[in-house]
């Protein structure tokens, strides 16, 4: 009965390889996010997605591409992949202006 | 752009002890703003939600005050106890709430 949950909770990749997260909300929200935090904790909106629209993309490199196969997915692909993309990555989703329920994060280490 | 601060970046204090965390904001076109904390290496859980209508909100030991006009919000922690120790965030959304602003964090250790 997980609100929001994300896959993989790890993710350790060379340098130049492309990676997927996936995201899954069963709360029948139709707004959902992705955020990054880095290694200084600071989370940044990187997409928001509403009813699979995007309605948000707060100039993130177009290696990482959302996609929004329906309301209740958000992934998140990234291409060529560099050091400087290791963070935690957390999927979010609410109702628009409500509170967001974050998923539990995925752990992206590029080396 | 909205920016948002926090202050101060970290604080020890010893249990039993009130304090009062701070939050601030560039831009007061916000629809509401949260209170999230974050355990390490864990996801966010809300604490607190004021409308921009709204003054302040109380839960438990929590209170959240928001003064809008000029752009400021406290997060009030009565009775600190260690279980308490973590980072506590700020956040407002725009006013399409589409889009939600985080501060740096405030990490708190409450020491038994």
């Known amino acids: 009965d997980t609100a929001v949950s994300q896959t993989p909770k790890y993710l350790v990749t060379q340098m130049g390889n492309d990676k997927s997260i996936k995201c899954e909300q069963n709360?029948?929200?139709?707004?959902m996010y992705w955020y990054k935090q880095d290694s200084k904790k600071f989370l940044k909106i990187m997409f928001s997605y509403n009813n699979k629209e995007l309605i948000i993309n707060e100039t993130v490199p177009n290696r990482f591409s959302p996609k929004s196969p329906d309301k209740a997915h958000l992934n998140l692909h990234i291409n060529s992949l560099e050091l400087g993309d290791s963070a935690v990555y957390f999927c979010?989703?609410?109702?628009?202006?409500?509170?967001?329920?974050f998923g539990p994060g995925t752990r992206l280490t590029v080396t | 752009k909205q920016e948002v601060t926090q202050i101060p970046a970290a604080l020890s204090v010893p249990e039993g002890e009130n304090l009062v965390l701070n939050c601030s904001f560039t831009d007061s076109a916000i629809y509401n703003l949260q209170w999230f904390r974050q355990d390490p290496g864990k996801g966010l859980t809300s604490l607190l939600l004021?409308?921009?209508?709204?003054r302040e909100q109380t839960s438990g030991r929590l209170n959240a005050s928001l003064d809008k006009s000029s752009g400021r919000s406290t997060l009030y922690i009565a009775a600190s106890q260690p279980g308490d120790s973590a980072t506590y965030l700020c956040a407002v959304f725009n006013n399409a709430g589409n889009m939600l602003t985080f501060g740096g964090g405030t990490r708190l250790m409450v020491k038994p």
């Open positions: 004021i409308q921009s209508s709204q």
């Open positions: 709360l029948g929200h139709d707004t």
């Open positions: 979010a989703s609410s109702r628009a202006g409500q509170t967001p329920y």
